[in-house]
């Protein structure tokens, strides 16, 4: 068997969903075979957001008679690459929210609660109820966890009020961002935007959302009125050296300041100010609005496994993987997938849509006594939103190599009205097809 995704041709697959070429679905999966495997396997996938579901979905048409159980103690399913919209007025808060249970197949049985602990060489989950699962393959699919409290003086029930937003926190927080955010567009001010030093999900979302207040703020006619300033604790504004200069092009023509290598430490609700760590010490700064991205990490109960890297990313937890295949470099029965994986690219959904696939090979072809050389190779999308109405469609890999799906059609330093519909309209769909297998 060899699969080597994603490849051209299951790149402008997707991307042929997403702009609304759904039949291309039916033409098969990419990675898939028919013949399904008759095993019995204990399979455990923890986790049933954007990649555990999309596996659980998967793994029930590949394997016949194996016991797949999901765990996640969310009742609601977010897709949250919806919340930099929400956070902007372009959408209502229930955009994003669905219930977890309806994207999950017959034949998987769903615990509604957490994980609390693995233990990987007994190969048992202990869940909060106190259950413990035991399994044949385990595949941690838990996301990240915010680290809220890393924010001196921050807490959650701030956002919304005197001008702090947190669009991560999840649906509502994006819609009490857009409180805070339109009374900055309104009456103008300093605006700060910041970002964590840790690794986070979808890199491009604190720029987008800057980029779209100072649009909303032109549009308004309000924008002289305001400063922006984005400050952020790394060298350059994105991690791709070509796009992080033509961020900084469009940043200075649109008057929005810098603060590099700037880490925000805590705020000062009361007298809006924001204190950053720097090399030289720490720096003030007064603020109108606030933008929280705060660190992230694994969630606890992966952290104190043992599965994490030791010599990597130690204050986050990610889970010690091989970069290609997903399988775990200690314990050969267990992956990661989606942002928990401890891989240099990734943690986007679109991501998840090839590395999935990955992980379902290698879980399959070991279920029959076979091997397989399916490789992700660090795909990682980000439909960057410059504007209401455009936005660049940036596709790169481990190496930054970017790797447009449609080369000589899209071009992916363009503002383009196409790469803003990819976002704003197809993504959703293509994503909800995504869980159900079927992208
Ligand atoms: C503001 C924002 C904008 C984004 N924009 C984009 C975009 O434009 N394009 C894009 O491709 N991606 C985007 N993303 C990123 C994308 O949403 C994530 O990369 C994707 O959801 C990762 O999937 P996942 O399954 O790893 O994690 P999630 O989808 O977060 O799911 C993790 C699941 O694990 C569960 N869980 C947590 N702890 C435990 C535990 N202990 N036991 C069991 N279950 C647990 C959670 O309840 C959750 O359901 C964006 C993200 C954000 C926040």
Known sequence: ????????????????????????????????????????????ILGAGAAGTTLA??????????????????KQHWYQPGFSLIAAGLKPQDYSVSRTDEWLPAGVTLKPENAAAIDPEARTVDL?????????????????????????????????????????????????????????????????FTRPA??????????????????????????????????????SLFGVPIVAEKV???????????????????IEPGAKRAVFDTADGTVERAYDYIHVIPPQRAPEAVRQSGLSWA?????????????????????????????????????????VKWQVPVVEEHLVAQIA?????????????????TQVGRAMLIEFDYNNDLVPSFPGIIAPLQELWISWLMKEVALKPTYNAMLRGKA
């Open 1 to 44: 068997m060899s699969h080597d995704l994603p490849n051209d041709t299951g790149r402008r697959r997707f991307l042929g969903l997403a702009a609304g070429a759904g039949a291309l679905a039916a033409a098969g999966l990419p990675g898939q075979s028919n013949a399904q495997v008759a095993t019995k396997a204990k399979i455990v």
């Open 57 to 74: 979905n998967r793994l029930v048409q590949r394997l016949d008679g194996a016991q797949i159980t999901v765990v996640d103690g969310s």
């Open 128 to 192: 909060q109820s106190g259950e413990t699962l035991s399994y044949d393959y385990l595949v941690v699919a838990t996301g990240l966890v915010l680290d809220h409290d890393a924010i001196d003086g921050f807490s959650l029930d701030m956002v919304g009020e005197n001008g702090i937003g947190a669009l991560y926190a999840g649906p509502d927080y994006a819609a009490r961002t857009w409180k805070a955010a339109s009374k900055f567009i309104d009456e103008g001010g300093d605006g700060l």
């Open 198 to 235: 840790t690794e986070m999900k979808c890199a491009g979302a604190p720029l987008k959302h800057t980029f779209l207040l100072d649009d909303l703020a032109r549009k308004a006619g309000t924008r002289d009125k305001s400063h922006f300033t984005y400050a952020a604790p790394q060298q």
């Open 248 to 266: 900084r092009m469009l940043f200075d023509q649109r008057k929005i300041g810098t603060g590099m290598q700037e880490t925000l430490k805590s």
């Open 311 to 351: 010599d990597k990313w130690v204050d986050q937890g990610w889970v010690e993987v091989d970069k290609h295949s997903l399988r775990h470099r200690r314990y050969p029965e267990v992956f990661a997938v989606g942002d928990v994986a401890g891989v240099p690219k990734g943690k986007t959904a679109a991501s």
């Open 369 to 385: 006594g076979d091997t397989t050389d399916a490789s992700y190779n660090g795909y990682t999308s980000c439909p960057m939103i």
